[in-house]
């Protein structure tokens, strides 16, 4: 079933953020495990045909999430999560950062963070994401990488996986 949920991005350049509101036709507990859980991270956080592959993770503050992206010729894009406040199925936040297979992380790129939050109306889940550079002009490089298109195909695989997991 094709259903239309609705995908807010919207650029704050004075605050160098993006923010991003999606609802999903889920219960909350789903899809907070969707975000929190490494098997199901792992089942929808890559634009196809990338997949993503996590060596890591610890959901606690100051825990981190470690993981590949996973191209079609084996190659990895190494990035990891830490996170730093946790507020069970409400919000949580965390730094991202693209590094080495050693977790040594890239200098030339910079952290983006995340601040996460969660909420129910009705049948649906809604997530609000503010994403914040150091600055426009790593948030401008981000976006120009087709940051948008990615992220919402990533958000589409976890329809399907929501849509999988109420059946």
Not at 91 to 119: M, Q, R, V
């Amino acid at each position: 079933m094709e259903t239309n949920l609705l995908m807010d991005f919207t650029v704050d350049k004075e605050n160098s953020t993006v923010h991003i509101k999606r609802e999903f036709n889920a219960s909350l507990d789903h899809v907070w495990s969707a975000w929190t859980e490494p098997e199901l991270l792992d089942q929808w956080w890559a634009p196809a045909p990338f997949t993503s592959k996590t060596k890591s993770m610890e959901f606690k503050v100051g825990g981190r999430r470690f993981y590949a992206m996973v191209g079609p010729e084996g190659q990895e894009r190494w990035s990891f999560f830490e996170y730093s406040s946790i507020s069970p199925k409400t919000n949580f936040k965390h730094s991202s950062t693209f590094c080495d297979s050693e977790a040594n992380p890239d200098p030339n790129i910079g952290s983006s963070y995340w601040d996460l939050s969660f909420s129910e109306q009705g049948d649906l889940t809604i997530v609000a994401i503010a994403i914040k550079r150091n600055s426009l002009a790593e948030l401008e490089k981000i976006i120009e990488t087709g940051f948008k298109e990615g992220f919402a195909l990533i958000l589409k695989n976890l329809d399907t996986l929501l849509e999988e997991k109420s059946n």
